[in-house]
Structure formats: C-alpha cells, structure tokens
C-alpha cells in the first residue's frame, strides 16, 4: 500500500532531516575501464544472489498448522481495524520501550482501529532473548501472544496489555511458562497446551529474522519499530497526539 500524500508530508521529512547530515562523498572520475569490464562479475553474481533469495524464501515457509490461525501468515501479524493505512508495530515483551510507546499511543492507536481509521497490525518478535539469563523470554512470550490470537483472537490485545504490565526487568530470567499460562487463564483462554509445546516459537522466529524492518538511518534493528504503510517512522520525533494529528488531516483531506 502506498503512503498518501497527506501522509507523506509528514513522514518523509523525517528520512530527508537524515540524509541532510549525511556528508556528501568527493567527486571521483569515473574508471569506465574498471566498470564495464566488471559487469559480466556483477551479472553472475546478480543470478546467483537471486536463486539464493528464491531458495531462502522457500525455505522459509512454515507449515499452515505452525501459524496462528488468526495470523497474516505473510506478515506475521495480528490485525485490528479495517482501515486504508496500516501502522505496524514490532515490539518484544521483554523491550522496556514497548511497553512505554504502549502507554503513551497505543490508546491512540487502538481508537483509531475500532474506528476503522487505520488496520492496526501487531507483530510479536524476539530480538531480546539474550536479555534473559538463556531463558529465551521474549520468544516464549511470543509464543503466548500467539497462542491467545489463535485460541481467542478478540483477546490478543488483552493479553498483551498484561504482558506489558507484568514486564520484567532485562537481564532476569524473565515470566515462567506457567505465569505466562496463568496470565492467559485470567482472561478465561487455555493456552497450557501450546505454551508447553512452544507451538509458534519457530514462527517467532522466522518472523523476527525475515520480517524486521531495519532503520534506514543506521541500518539497525530496535523495537518498538513503527511502520506507516511501510514508511519507517523515527520514534524520537513523535509529538503526544502524533497519530491523532496524523490521520485526523488524511480524513480531511489537507
């Protein structure tokens, strides 16, 4: 889907700010020698790069019965809201950031679902599991997150919601299994089956490892990382009523 026009006013000036402080490189005369006689080099290696894509890609397929039902299995999201414009966002239970970008828009964020203003897709990743005393908390986590959108997705976000409010501390061993079952049985969802089996734990991983997005600033993975239809956004720059703001004018029109 591609960013509106409205959209883009806003967002693209936050990757222009970026290359703006990028120093511009010397002008080098151009070595046409060297060039042409590289590029039979650069076509070779062009097709083998693309049979290996193909072959990563394959292989990274998994099994239907290994995705959550309620799942894009090409995204690897949950998705609330019907909306034009997609704002994903990736967080890792375990990520102290998440759980404040949580606080402070995903009120904002979670109208603007139910409204059908936005689709509001979540992806559940785990970039922290060495943050948790070899417990591999954040995958774990994630794996209860799944296990809850495929036993009762209109619970997702609830469970989520006491993900974040019993977030422990990086560097600890992080929720055992059996709390992350008694948080979802709070809710009146059975997740002890899944959770003991790990069911999606290779889905949270796959999608950690092929759905990412890096920062194209530093080229880094952080979470929570926010998408606006695909536009990166730079969480530093976001003002309170961001979101609000942001598709209140695309509704508009300005």
């Not at 943050?131 to 997150?145: C, D, E, I, L, W």
């Not at 974040?164 to 008694?182: C, H, M, N």
């Not at 948080?183 to 969802?189: D, I, R, T, W």
């Not at 949270?204 to 490892?209: A, D, E, G, Y």
Request: proline share 5%; hydrophobic share 40%; aromatic share 8%.
């Amino acid at each position: 889907m591609v960013v509106p026009r409205d959209l883009l006013r806003l967002v693209l000036p936050l990757h222009r700010l970026a290359r703006k402080d990028m120093a511009k490189p010397p002008v080098k005369k151009t070595n046409w020698f060297a060039i042409w006689t590289s590029i039979g080099v650069v076509v070779a290696v062009a097709a083998i790069a693309i049979v290996v894509v193909f072959s990563n890609q394959a292989a990274s397929k998994l099994p239907a019965e290994n995705i959550p039902a309620a799942v894009d299995a090409e995204t690897g999201a949950v998705t609330i809201g019907e909306g034009e414009d997609t704002v994903s966002v990736f967080v890792d239970f375990m990520c102290p950031n998440c759980k404040n970008f949580e606080t402070n828009f995903g009120g904002d964020l979670r109208d603007l679902a139910k409204d059908d203003k936005i689709s509001l897709a979540i992806h559940a990743v785990s970039i922290l599991d060495n943050a948790s005393q070899g417990t591999k908390y954040s995958t774990r986590a994630a794996n209860a997150f799944y296990c809850v959108a495929e036993e009762k997705p209109e619970l997702t976000m609830s469970y989520m919601d006491a993900l974040f409010a019993k977030q422990p501390s990086e560097q600890t061993v992080g929720l055992s299994d059996d709390r992350l079952i008694e948080l979802a049985s709070n809710l009146g969802v059975d997740i002890k089956a899944c959770q003991t089996e790990q069911t999606f734990a290779d889905f949270v991983t796959k999608q950690t490892r092929n759905t990412m997005p890096r920062n194209p600033q530093d080229n880094g993975l952080y979470t929570p990382t926010v998408l606006i239809n695909d536009e990166y956004i730079q969480l530093g720059t976001l003002t309170e009523t961001y979101f609000t703001d942001l598709f209140a004018k695309a509704a508009s029109g300005e």
